[in-house]
Nanobody
Framework: QVQLVESGGGLVQAGGSLRLSCAAS????????INWYRQAPGKQRESVAT???????NYADSVKGRFTISRDNAKNTAYLQMNSLKPEDSGVYYC?????????WGQGTQVTVSS
């Protein structure tokens, strides 16, 4: 059974930093892309960052230059380093794996950025 557990969220002032973690169990994600999404109240879930199996990355335009996605395959864990946070970065952050067409999601971790 695939499980994803996010952690590291919290309350931070604008301009601050947080590091989110996503620990996977029940599967090895060495050869898989890992995605981070976020969802603000009243808004659709949106893609934030992706890291592919060989380490290449994609970012939403809104976070480029501020967020960094990384992975530690030995620990089956992905990270999202978030710097220069803005109030509009607030929301619930989810990690995601897609395995044979099935999307797996964690429970999410809340990020709140105060102005």
């Amino acid at each position: 059974q695939v499980q994803l557990v996010e952690s590291g969220g919290g309350l931070v002032q604008a301009g601050g930093s947080l590091r989110l973690s996503c620990a996977a169990s029940g599967t090895s994600f060495t050869m898989r892309a890992i995605n981070w999404y976020r969802q603000a109240p009243g808004k659709q879930r949106e893609s934030v960052a992706t890291i592919f199996s060989r380490g290449s990355t994609n970012y939403a335009d809104s976070v480029k230059g501020r967020f960094t996605i990384s992975r530690d395959n030995a620990k089956n864990t992905a990270y999202l380093q978030m710097n220069s946070l803005k109030p509009e970065d607030s929301g619930v952050y989810y990690c995601n794996l897609r395995i044979t067409g099935i999307d797996y999601w964690g429970q999410g971790t809340q990020v709140t950025v105060s102005s």
